[in-house]
Protein backbone atom coordinates (compact mmCIF):
# COMPACT_ATOMS: atom_id res chain seq x y z
CA UNK A 1 0.00 0.00 0.00
CA UNK A 2 1.55 3.53 -1.40
CA UNK A 3 1.07 6.22 1.33
CA UNK A 4 -0.13 9.24 -0.08
CA UNK A 5 1.86 12.67 0.92
CA UNK A 6 0.26 15.87 -0.56
CA UNK A 7 1.97 19.00 -0.92
CA UNK A 8 0.54 19.99 2.61
CA UNK A 9 2.46 17.02 4.30
CA UNK A 10 5.47 18.21 2.55
CA UNK A 11 5.22 21.63 3.15
CA UNK A 12 4.52 21.17 7.09
CA UNK A 13 7.30 18.69 6.74
CA UNK A 14 9.82 21.18 6.04
CA UNK A 15 8.68 24.26 8.08
CA UNK A 16 9.17 21.64 11.10
CA UNK A 17 12.47 20.87 9.98
CA UNK A 18 13.85 24.55 9.10
CA UNK A 19 12.05 25.72 13.06
CA UNK A 20 14.16 22.55 14.46
CA UNK A 21 17.51 23.67 12.74
CA UNK A 22 17.32 26.99 13.71
CA UNK A 23 16.89 26.17 17.36
CA UNK A 24 19.16 23.73 17.02
CA UNK A 25 21.74 26.12 15.65
CA UNK A 26 21.22 28.92 17.73
CA UNK A 27 19.30 31.07 14.69
CA UNK A 28 16.32 33.49 15.62
CA UNK A 29 12.88 32.85 13.33
CA UNK A 30 11.81 35.18 11.35
CA UNK A 31 9.22 35.99 13.59
CA UNK A 32 11.59 36.26 17.04
CA UNK A 33 13.91 38.30 14.78
CA UNK A 34 11.29 40.70 14.06
CA UNK A 35 9.88 41.18 17.65
CA UNK A 36 13.46 42.49 18.90
CA UNK A 37 13.92 45.00 16.17
CA UNK A 38 16.34 47.95 17.50
CA UNK A 39 13.82 49.66 15.23
CA UNK A 40 10.99 49.21 17.17
CA UNK A 41 9.25 52.40 18.61
CA UNK A 42 11.82 54.67 16.87
CA UNK A 43 8.91 56.63 15.11
CA UNK A 44 8.77 59.56 17.06
CA UNK A 45 12.73 59.99 16.61
CA UNK A 46 12.45 59.35 12.92
CA UNK A 47 9.96 62.56 12.83
CA UNK A 48 12.38 64.75 14.76
CA UNK A 49 15.19 64.18 11.82
CA UNK A 50 12.17 65.25 9.60
CA UNK A 51 12.28 68.03 11.44
CA UNK A 52 15.29 69.59 10.17
CA UNK A 53 15.58 72.97 8.72
CA UNK A 54 18.94 71.59 6.14
CA UNK A 55 16.90 68.92 5.08
CA UNK A 56 14.57 71.18 3.17
CA UNK A 57 17.51 73.80 2.47
CA UNK A 58 18.70 74.04 -0.78
CA UNK A 59 21.50 76.18 -2.47
CA UNK A 60 20.66 77.91 -5.49
CA UNK A 61 20.43 76.25 -9.00
CA UNK A 62 19.85 73.09 -6.81
CA UNK A 63 16.97 70.84 -8.03
CA UNK A 64 14.97 67.65 -6.68
CA UNK A 65 15.63 64.96 -9.06
CA UNK A 66 12.93 62.91 -10.69
CA UNK A 67 12.12 59.85 -8.49
CA UNK A 68 13.20 61.78 -5.14
CA UNK A 69 11.06 64.02 -4.56
CA UNK A 70 9.85 62.67 -1.41
CA UNK A 71 11.72 62.69 1.95
CA UNK A 72 13.36 59.65 2.40
CA UNK A 73 13.38 58.57 6.06
CA UNK A 74 13.01 55.48 8.36
CA UNK A 75 15.03 52.93 10.24
CA UNK A 76 16.86 50.00 8.82
CA UNK A 77 18.75 47.58 10.47
CA UNK A 78 22.12 46.06 9.97
CA UNK A 79 24.88 43.70 11.53
CA UNK A 80 22.67 44.03 14.47
CA UNK A 81 22.95 47.90 15.04
CA UNK A 82 19.48 49.76 13.61
CA UNK A 83 20.25 53.03 12.12
CA UNK A 84 17.17 56.04 11.66
CA UNK A 85 17.86 58.09 9.16
CA UNK A 86 16.25 61.37 7.17
CA UNK A 87 17.45 62.29 3.60
CA UNK A 88 16.66 64.29 0.96
CA UNK A 89 18.59 63.95 -2.74
CA UNK A 90 19.49 66.83 -5.17
CA UNK A 91 21.38 67.52 -7.97
CA UNK A 92 23.75 70.72 -7.93
CA UNK A 93 23.95 73.07 -11.29
CA UNK A 94 25.76 75.51 -9.77
CA UNK A 95 29.52 75.66 -7.79
CA UNK A 96 30.46 73.00 -5.22
CA UNK A 97 32.12 75.42 -2.97
CA UNK A 98 29.26 77.73 -2.69
CA UNK A 99 27.53 74.81 -2.13
CA UNK A 100 29.67 73.79 0.88
CA UNK A 101 29.61 77.59 2.18
CA UNK A 102 25.52 77.28 1.96
CA UNK A 103 25.44 73.88 3.60
CA UNK A 104 28.03 75.55 6.28
CA UNK A 105 25.81 78.22 7.09
CA UNK A 106 22.56 76.16 7.56
CA UNK A 107 24.31 74.04 9.84
CA UNK A 108 25.68 76.50 12.45
CA UNK A 109 22.45 78.61 12.16
CA UNK A 110 20.69 74.98 13.29
CA UNK A 111 23.06 74.29 16.10
CA UNK A 112 25.61 71.44 14.20
CA UNK A 113 28.96 71.23 15.19
CA UNK A 114 31.98 70.56 12.48
CA UNK A 115 32.41 66.65 13.22
CA UNK A 116 35.55 66.72 11.25
CA UNK A 117 38.97 69.30 11.24
CA UNK A 118 39.13 68.94 7.08
CA UNK A 119 35.65 69.80 6.43
CA UNK A 120 34.81 69.61 2.85
CA UNK A 121 38.21 68.95 1.24
CA UNK A 122 39.58 66.03 -0.22
CA UNK A 123 43.18 65.44 -1.33
CA UNK A 124 43.08 66.79 -4.15
CA UNK A 125 40.95 70.54 -3.08
CA UNK A 126 37.65 68.81 -4.71
CA UNK A 127 35.17 69.20 -2.59
CA UNK A 128 34.63 65.62 -0.59
CA UNK A 129 31.32 66.28 1.50
CA UNK A 130 30.49 67.78 5.06
CA UNK A 131 29.51 66.06 8.22
CA UNK A 132 28.50 68.05 11.23
CA UNK A 133 27.20 66.49 14.75
CA UNK A 134 24.39 67.50 17.51
CA UNK A 135 23.58 66.47 20.32
CA UNK A 136 20.32 67.23 22.20
CA UNK A 137 20.10 65.44 25.84
CA UNK A 138 21.87 62.25 25.75
CA UNK A 139 20.78 61.77 21.82
CA UNK A 140 23.55 62.76 19.26
CA UNK A 141 22.83 62.86 15.51
CA UNK A 142 24.82 63.29 12.74
CA UNK A 143 24.63 65.72 9.34
CA UNK A 144 26.54 64.59 6.20
CA UNK A 145 26.51 66.00 2.77
CA UNK A 146 28.15 63.94 0.19
CA UNK A 147 28.06 63.75 -3.87
CA UNK A 148 26.36 60.82 -5.04
CA UNK A 149 28.20 57.87 -7.02
CA UNK A 150 26.65 55.45 -9.79
CA UNK A 151 28.06 52.75 -6.87
CA UNK A 152 25.92 54.51 -4.33
CA UNK A 153 22.77 54.70 -6.49
CA UNK A 154 23.47 51.20 -7.98
CA UNK A 155 23.37 49.46 -4.24
CA UNK A 156 20.59 51.31 -3.67
CA UNK A 157 18.73 49.86 -6.85
CA UNK A 158 17.86 53.31 -7.67
CA UNK A 159 17.61 54.77 -11.24
CA UNK A 160 19.22 58.09 -12.03
CA UNK A 161 16.76 60.74 -13.46
CA UNK A 162 18.42 62.85 -16.30
CA UNK A 163 19.07 65.67 -14.34
CA UNK A 164 22.14 63.59 -12.59
CA UNK A 165 23.97 63.82 -16.34
CA UNK A 166 23.52 67.44 -16.72
CA UNK A 167 24.98 68.19 -12.65
CA UNK A 168 25.90 66.63 -9.32
CA UNK A 169 23.88 64.41 -7.53
CA UNK A 170 24.53 64.77 -3.61
CA UNK A 171 22.73 64.16 -0.79
CA UNK A 172 21.27 65.65 2.72
CA UNK A 173 21.07 62.81 5.26
CA UNK A 174 20.73 62.59 9.24
CA UNK A 175 21.06 59.76 10.90
CA UNK A 176 21.25 58.76 14.58
CA UNK A 177 21.63 55.16 16.08
CA UNK A 178 18.16 54.01 17.52
CA UNK A 179 19.75 52.93 21.01
CA UNK A 180 21.00 56.22 21.03
CA UNK A 181 25.01 55.62 21.09
CA UNK A 182 26.70 58.53 20.13
CA UNK A 183 26.73 59.61 16.52
CA UNK A 184 29.85 61.00 15.05
CA UNK A 185 31.53 61.56 11.33
CA UNK A 186 34.12 58.50 11.05
CA UNK A 187 33.69 56.74 7.91
Known amino acids: MAVHTGPGRCAALLLTVAVAAGALTGCQSIADAASTSGCDGTESRIKK????????????????????????????????????????????????????????????REGWQPGRPDQG????????????????????????????????LEAEEREPGPEFSSGSGYRVEITAAADGSPADCSD
Open 49 to 108: LESYDVLGSEPEGAVVPKGFEKLESGCWQDSGEAQLYASRTYVLRGDKAETAAHYRSVAQ
Open 121 to 152: SSNDGQFAGLCFTRTEGDRATALDIYFLTKEI
